[in-house]
């Protein structure tokens, strides 16, 4: 048996504090930073804590990635969709992430934007730790 569910990660740009949306609404306000562990709401399910603790990484990922190279987003907003299987003994696995992020940018162009968003899955460090998981990627620039 699978189940899925969706977070929303929006801001996070400086302060790594940002405003998680999921379904239940059970996660509020969040801070993520690659030093500390995530924080999360209670009653939260299991796949919205992990789209939730996702789409964070993977959006101050993107932001390291921009500032490395120079450049200074406006506005990172990313969705992480995650879909786990519920196995009979074992706990459940994650099978699948998806991660969709719109970028609101100025003085990047689409090639450059391509490789940053790449370069952030692969150095997220949650991409790293779900290897077992097919993590794909829609990018857009704005």
């Given at each position: 048996?699978?189940?899925s569910?969706?977070?929303?990660?929006?801001g996070?740009?400086?302060?790594?504090?940002?405003?998680?949306?999921?379904?239940?609404?059970?996660?509020?306000?969040?801070?993520?930073?690659?030093?500390?562990?995530f924080?999360?709401?209670?009653?939260?399910?299991?796949?919205?804590?992990?789209?939730?603790?996702?789409?964070?990484?993977?959006?101050?990922?993107?932001?390291?990635?921009?500032?490395?190279?120079g450049?200074?987003?406006?506005?990172?907003?990313?969705?992480?969709?995650?879909?786990?299987?519920?196995?009979?003994?074992?706990?459940?696995?994650?099978?699948?992430?998806?991660?969709?992020?719109?970028?609101?940018?100025?003085?990047?162009?689409?090639?450059?934007?391509?490789?940053?968003?790449?370069?952030?899955?692969?150095?997220?460090?949650?991409?790293?730790?779900?290897?077992?998981?097919?993590?794909?990627?829609?990018?857009?620039?704005?």
């Amino acid at each position: 048996m699978n189940r899925s569910a969706s977070a929303v990660w929006q801001g996070g740009l400086k302060d790594g504090k940002g405003t998680v949306s999921t379904e239940s609404g059970a996660v509020k306000e969040l801070q993520y930073s690659f030093s500390s562990r995530f924080e999360s709401g209670v009653g939260t399910n299991p796949e919205e804590l992990l789209g939730a603790a996702h789409a964070g990484c993977y959006s101050m990922a993107l932001s390291a990635q921009f500032t490395n190279a120079g450049f200074k987003p406006e506005s990172i907003a990313t969705t992480a969709v995650v879909t786990l299987e519920l196995l009979p003994e074992g706990g459940p696995t994650i099978t699948r992430i998806h991660l969709t992020t719109r970028v609101k940018a100025s003085g990047v162009d689409q090639a450059k934007f391509d490789e940053l968003a790449n370069n952030a899955k692969v150095g997220c460090p949650l991409s790293k730790v779900l290897k077992a998981a097919e993590i794909t990627l829609d990018a857009t620039l704005e």
